[in-house]
């Protein structure tokens, strides 16, 4: 199970950190990632961390997002900045076993947080 905290409502250009804990440790080899849902837009991963600490950034948010993990803590984070309102949107954490090649489909991950709104205003 995964945990998330951090949610809110910012002002362009703002920050916001979101958090994600699992409760037991998922596999030994494993991805975690931010994915974002926005009513009239594509599913998105936003970014994704693996075991071996590789990192993958959506275009959209290169720059500016940096996803990060604690392994002793069984933590994922997202620090964002730069925030713009095209942002909006529900952000999930979410997990897998395995690798992070080619995760990009909802149906990649097995594992679900509880969703984050994050609104930034224009």
């Known amino acids: 199970q995964l945990v998330q905290a951090g949610l809110g409502s910012v002002p362009a250009d703002g920050s916001l950190l979101l958090t994600c804990a699992a409760t037991?440790?998922?596999?030994?080899?494993?991805?975690m990632a931010w994915v974002r849902r926005a009513p009239g837009k594509v599913f998105e991963v936003v970014a994704k961390v693996d075991s071996e600490g590789m990192i993958t950034y959506a275009d959209s948010v290169k720059g500016r997002f940096t996803i990060s993990q604690d392994k002793a803590k069984l933590a994922v984070y997202l620090q964002m900045s730069g925030l713009k309102p095209e942002d909006s949107a529900m952000y999930y954490c979410?997990?897998?076993?395995?690798?992070?090649?080619?995760?990009?489909?909802?149906?990649?991950?097995?594992?679900w947080g509880q969703g984050s709104q994050v609104t930034v205003a224009s």
């Open positions: 979410a997990g897998s076993g395995g690798n992070c090649y080619r995760r990009e489909k909802e149906r990649d991950f097995a594992l």
């Open positions: 037991r440790p998922i596999a030994s080899s494993s991805c």
